[in-house]
Protein backbone atom coordinates (compact mmCIF):
# COMPACT_ATOMS: atom_id res chain seq x y z
CA UNK A 1 0.00 0.00 0.00
CA UNK A 2 0.96 3.14 -0.73
CA UNK A 3 1.47 5.79 2.12
CA UNK A 4 0.83 8.94 -0.17
CA UNK A 5 -2.39 10.58 0.43
CA UNK A 6 -3.04 7.91 3.50
CA UNK A 7 -4.90 8.64 6.50
CA UNK A 8 -3.40 7.72 9.21
CA UNK A 9 -3.11 8.23 13.08
CA UNK A 10 -0.82 7.99 14.94
CA UNK A 11 -0.78 7.87 18.66
CA UNK A 12 1.51 10.03 21.01
CA UNK A 13 2.77 11.57 18.69
CA UNK A 14 3.78 14.24 21.45
CA UNK A 15 7.87 13.03 21.12
CA UNK A 16 9.99 10.25 20.72
CA UNK A 17 8.85 7.24 19.24
CA UNK A 18 5.10 8.20 17.95
CA UNK A 19 6.52 11.43 16.68
CA UNK A 20 9.61 9.89 14.83
CA UNK A 21 6.99 7.70 13.19
CA UNK A 22 4.56 10.51 12.61
CA UNK A 23 7.59 12.50 10.99
CA UNK A 24 8.44 9.53 8.60
CA UNK A 25 5.01 8.78 7.52
CA UNK A 26 4.45 12.93 6.64
CA UNK A 27 7.63 12.78 4.58
CA UNK A 28 6.33 9.59 2.27
CA UNK A 29 2.66 11.89 2.12
CA UNK A 30 0.33 10.65 4.35
CA UNK A 31 -2.24 13.05 5.90
CA UNK A 32 -1.91 12.53 9.89
CA UNK A 33 -3.97 13.05 12.69
CA UNK A 34 -1.79 12.98 15.74
CA UNK A 35 -2.56 12.69 19.30
CA UNK A 36 -1.31 14.20 22.59
CA UNK A 37 -2.09 14.34 26.13
CA UNK A 38 0.67 15.02 28.91
CA UNK A 39 4.07 16.15 28.18
CA UNK A 40 3.04 19.51 28.26
CA UNK A 41 6.47 21.10 27.84
CA UNK A 42 7.17 18.97 24.19
CA UNK A 43 3.92 20.36 22.87
CA UNK A 44 5.65 23.61 21.16
CA UNK A 45 8.16 21.53 19.19
CA UNK A 46 5.89 19.07 18.42
CA UNK A 47 3.79 21.76 16.44
CA UNK A 48 6.60 23.12 14.88
CA UNK A 49 8.41 19.91 13.59
CA UNK A 50 4.97 19.32 12.17
CA UNK A 51 4.38 22.34 10.39
CA UNK A 52 7.97 22.36 8.99
CA UNK A 53 7.04 18.74 7.31
CA UNK A 54 4.25 20.57 5.28
CA UNK A 55 2.54 17.85 5.93
CA UNK A 56 -1.63 17.74 5.59
CA UNK A 57 -1.82 17.12 9.70
CA UNK A 58 -4.39 17.97 12.85
CA UNK A 59 -3.02 17.45 16.30
CA UNK A 60 -5.50 16.37 18.96
CA UNK A 61 -4.92 16.63 22.42
CA UNK A 62 -7.06 13.68 23.76
CA UNK A 63 -6.89 11.27 27.39
CA UNK A 64 -6.40 7.92 25.67
CA UNK A 65 -7.45 6.31 29.16
CA UNK A 66 -10.79 8.00 28.47
CA UNK A 67 -13.05 6.12 26.23
CA UNK A 68 -15.24 9.99 25.77
CA UNK A 69 -12.09 11.38 24.43
CA UNK A 70 -11.39 8.03 22.30
CA UNK A 71 -15.01 8.19 21.22
CA UNK A 72 -14.35 12.24 20.38
CA UNK A 73 -11.69 11.26 18.52
CA UNK A 74 -12.71 8.87 15.97
CA UNK A 75 -15.60 11.18 15.46
CA UNK A 76 -13.56 13.93 14.29
CA UNK A 77 -11.88 11.55 11.74
CA UNK A 78 -15.03 10.67 10.77
CA UNK A 79 -15.95 14.24 10.26
CA UNK A 80 -12.78 15.29 8.05
CA UNK A 81 -12.11 11.84 6.26
CA UNK A 82 -14.65 9.71 6.42
CA UNK A 83 -11.94 7.01 6.51
CA UNK A 84 -8.86 5.78 7.98
CA UNK A 85 -6.06 4.04 6.26
CA UNK A 86 -3.30 3.38 8.94
CA UNK A 87 -3.20 3.14 12.47
CA UNK A 88 -0.49 3.29 14.57
CA UNK A 89 -1.41 2.00 18.23
CA UNK A 90 1.47 3.65 19.88
CA UNK A 91 0.70 3.99 23.76
CA UNK A 92 2.12 3.19 26.30
CA UNK A 93 3.28 3.55 30.31
CA UNK A 94 5.63 1.00 31.50
CA UNK A 95 7.03 1.84 35.25
CA UNK A 96 10.96 0.77 35.65
CA UNK A 97 11.36 -0.86 38.62
CA UNK A 98 14.97 0.64 39.65
CA UNK A 99 12.69 4.14 39.64
CA UNK A 100 9.47 3.21 41.11
CA UNK A 101 10.27 0.63 43.22
CA UNK A 102 7.50 -1.22 45.14
CA UNK A 103 4.36 -1.81 43.56
CA UNK A 104 1.12 0.74 44.18
CA UNK A 105 -2.12 -0.18 43.09
CA UNK A 106 -2.58 2.99 40.92
CA UNK A 107 0.97 2.55 38.88
CA UNK A 108 -0.06 -1.11 38.27
CA UNK A 109 -3.73 0.21 36.81
CA UNK A 110 -1.91 2.68 34.86
CA UNK A 111 0.46 0.30 33.21
CA UNK A 112 -2.66 -1.82 32.08
CA UNK A 113 -4.61 0.65 31.70
CA UNK A 114 -2.59 2.67 29.45
CA UNK A 115 -0.77 0.19 27.82
CA UNK A 116 -3.80 -2.49 27.05
CA UNK A 117 -7.07 -1.19 27.32
CA UNK A 118 -6.37 2.01 25.66
CA UNK A 119 -5.56 -0.40 22.57
CA UNK A 120 -8.56 -1.76 22.76
CA UNK A 121 -10.41 1.11 22.78
CA UNK A 122 -9.03 3.19 20.09
CA UNK A 123 -9.34 -0.22 17.38
CA UNK A 124 -12.78 -0.45 19.16
CA UNK A 125 -13.24 3.11 17.79
CA UNK A 126 -12.15 3.47 14.77
CA UNK A 127 -12.61 -0.18 13.01
CA UNK A 128 -15.19 1.24 11.42
CA UNK A 129 -13.20 4.01 9.67
CA UNK A 130 -10.80 1.19 8.67
CA UNK A 131 -13.75 -0.53 7.12
CA UNK A 132 -14.54 2.39 4.97
CA UNK A 133 -10.89 1.88 3.43
CA UNK A 134 -10.16 -0.01 0.63
CA UNK A 135 -7.39 -1.29 2.06
CA UNK A 136 -6.03 -0.53 5.67
CA UNK A 137 -3.19 -1.44 8.26
CA UNK A 138 -3.34 -1.32 12.12
CA UNK A 139 0.40 -1.63 13.87
CA UNK A 140 0.62 -2.46 17.46
CA UNK A 141 3.24 -1.52 19.04
CA UNK A 142 4.69 -3.31 21.97
CA UNK A 143 7.81 -4.23 23.95
CA UNK A 144 9.94 -8.23 24.70
CA UNK A 145 8.80 -7.85 27.94
CA UNK A 146 5.65 -9.49 27.08
CA UNK A 147 8.38 -12.80 26.14
CA UNK A 148 10.74 -12.16 29.08
CA UNK A 149 8.54 -10.60 31.96
CA UNK A 150 11.31 -9.15 35.25
CA UNK A 151 13.68 -11.34 34.42
CA UNK A 152 17.83 -10.95 33.68
CA UNK A 153 19.24 -7.56 33.13
CA UNK A 154 15.51 -6.71 31.73
CA UNK A 155 14.18 -6.64 35.42
CA UNK A 156 16.06 -3.24 35.84
CA UNK A 157 13.26 -1.96 33.02
CA UNK A 158 10.42 -4.23 33.12
CA UNK A 159 7.50 -3.93 35.70
CA UNK A 160 5.29 -6.82 35.89
CA UNK A 161 2.37 -5.23 34.94
CA UNK A 162 3.95 -3.71 31.88
CA UNK A 163 4.83 -7.23 30.94
CA UNK A 164 1.46 -8.86 31.78
CA UNK A 165 -0.11 -5.82 29.31
CA UNK A 166 2.35 -6.61 26.49
CA UNK A 167 1.04 -10.12 26.47
CA UNK A 168 -1.98 -9.02 25.98
CA UNK A 169 -1.36 -7.07 22.98
CA UNK A 170 -0.56 -10.33 21.17
CA UNK A 171 -3.49 -11.93 21.82
CA UNK A 172 -5.16 -8.38 20.55
CA UNK A 173 -3.25 -8.69 17.50
CA UNK A 174 -4.34 -11.81 16.30
CA UNK A 175 -8.15 -11.40 17.36
CA UNK A 176 -8.19 -7.97 15.49
CA UNK A 177 -6.08 -9.69 12.41
CA UNK A 178 -9.37 -12.30 12.45
CA UNK A 179 -12.12 -9.33 12.49
CA UNK A 180 -10.21 -7.36 9.82
CA UNK A 181 -9.65 -9.97 6.96
CA UNK A 182 -9.10 -9.72 4.06
CA UNK A 183 -8.85 -5.61 3.91
CA UNK A 184 -7.47 -4.64 6.96
CA UNK A 185 -4.26 -5.76 7.87
CA UNK A 186 -2.95 -6.06 11.24
CA UNK A 187 0.38 -6.79 12.88
CA UNK A 188 2.45 -5.85 15.87
CA UNK A 189 5.84 -4.48 15.91
CA UNK A 190 7.52 -5.81 19.29
CA UNK A 191 10.24 -3.68 21.02
CA UNK A 192 13.30 -4.44 23.01
CA UNK A 193 15.63 -1.87 24.36
CA UNK A 194 14.80 1.06 22.49
CA UNK A 195 16.11 4.94 22.74
CA UNK A 196 12.88 6.81 24.57
CA UNK A 197 11.34 3.77 25.78
CA UNK A 198 14.13 1.64 27.39
CA UNK A 199 17.53 3.44 26.66
CA UNK A 200 18.39 6.67 26.02
CA UNK A 201 16.18 9.44 26.20
CA UNK A 202 14.59 8.60 29.29
CA UNK A 203 15.17 9.82 32.89
CA UNK A 204 15.64 6.44 34.27
CA UNK A 205 18.66 5.74 31.21
CA UNK A 206 20.40 9.22 32.16
CA UNK A 207 19.73 9.70 36.04
CA UNK A 208 19.15 6.05 37.73
CA UNK A 209 20.55 3.33 36.23
CA UNK A 210 24.68 2.71 36.69
CA UNK A 211 27.27 3.08 33.60
CA UNK A 212 27.08 -1.45 34.45
CA UNK A 213 23.42 -1.72 34.38
CA UNK A 214 23.35 0.17 31.17
CA UNK A 215 26.17 -2.02 29.59
CA UNK A 216 24.18 -5.43 31.00
CA UNK A 217 20.96 -4.66 28.36
CA UNK A 218 23.38 -3.87 25.51
CA UNK A 219 25.62 -6.44 26.38
CA UNK A 220 22.51 -8.86 26.73
CA UNK A 221 21.49 -7.66 23.05
CA UNK A 222 23.12 -9.76 19.86
CA UNK A 223 23.06 -6.26 17.82
CA UNK A 224 25.39 -4.53 20.75
CA UNK A 225 23.22 -1.56 20.52
CA UNK A 226 20.04 0.08 21.91
CA UNK A 227 17.24 0.52 18.90
CA UNK A 228 16.72 3.66 17.44
CA UNK A 229 13.59 5.81 15.84
CA UNK A 230 14.58 5.07 12.81
CA UNK A 231 14.89 1.46 13.02
CA UNK A 232 11.14 1.33 14.24
CA UNK A 233 10.16 4.22 11.77
CA UNK A 234 11.42 1.75 9.02
CA UNK A 235 9.76 -1.33 10.29
CA UNK A 236 6.12 0.48 10.19
CA UNK A 237 6.58 1.82 6.27
CA UNK A 238 8.04 -2.15 5.69
CA UNK A 239 4.73 -3.42 7.20
CA UNK A 240 2.12 -0.93 5.54
CA UNK A 241 4.20 0.02 2.34
CA UNK A 242 6.22 -4.14 1.73
CA UNK A 243 4.63 -6.83 2.89
CA UNK A 244 0.53 -6.70 1.54
CA UNK A 245 0.60 -11.07 2.59
CA UNK A 246 1.19 -10.01 6.25
CA UNK A 247 -0.73 -9.70 8.97
CA UNK A 248 -1.76 -11.54 12.20
CA UNK A 249 1.93 -11.10 12.79
CA UNK A 250 4.96 -10.33 15.40
CA UNK A 251 7.93 -8.94 14.37
CA UNK A 252 10.12 -9.10 17.18
CA UNK A 253 13.04 -5.73 16.67
CA UNK A 254 15.16 -6.42 19.89
CA UNK A 255 18.57 -6.34 18.09
CA UNK A 256 18.68 -10.09 19.45
CA UNK A 257 17.85 -9.77 23.60
CA UNK A 258 15.76 -12.51 23.70
CA UNK A 259 18.05 -14.59 21.96
CA UNK A 260 21.05 -13.19 23.55
CA UNK A 261 20.27 -14.83 26.82
CA UNK A 262 21.37 -18.37 25.31
CA UNK A 263 25.45 -18.52 24.04
CA UNK A 264 26.33 -20.75 21.54
CA UNK A 265 28.90 -23.53 22.90
CA UNK A 266 32.12 -24.92 20.63
CA UNK A 267 30.60 -27.90 18.65
CA UNK A 268 31.78 -30.94 20.91
CA UNK A 269 34.33 -33.77 19.58
CA UNK A 270 32.10 -36.62 19.55
CA UNK A 271 32.80 -39.82 19.72
CA UNK A 272 33.22 -40.83 16.12
Not at 23 to 28: C, P, Q, R, S, Y
Not at 107 to 135: C, G, H, N
Request: hydrophobic share 45%.
Amino acid sequence: MQIKGKIALVLGAVKGMGKGIGLALANEGARLVLTRHDWEDSFDSMEKDFAASKADHMIISADLCNIKDIEMLALRIEKKYGRLDILINNIERGGWPTVHGEYIEDQWDLEIETTLKAKQWVFTSVFPLLKKAKEAVVINISSIAGIIGRSGPAALVFNDGYAAANRGISSLTETWARLGAPHVRVNEIMLGIFDTRHARGTRGWSQVLTKEEKQSLIDHTLLNRTGTIEDVAKACRFIIKDAPYMTGSVIRLDGGYVLAGEKIPPMPGGII
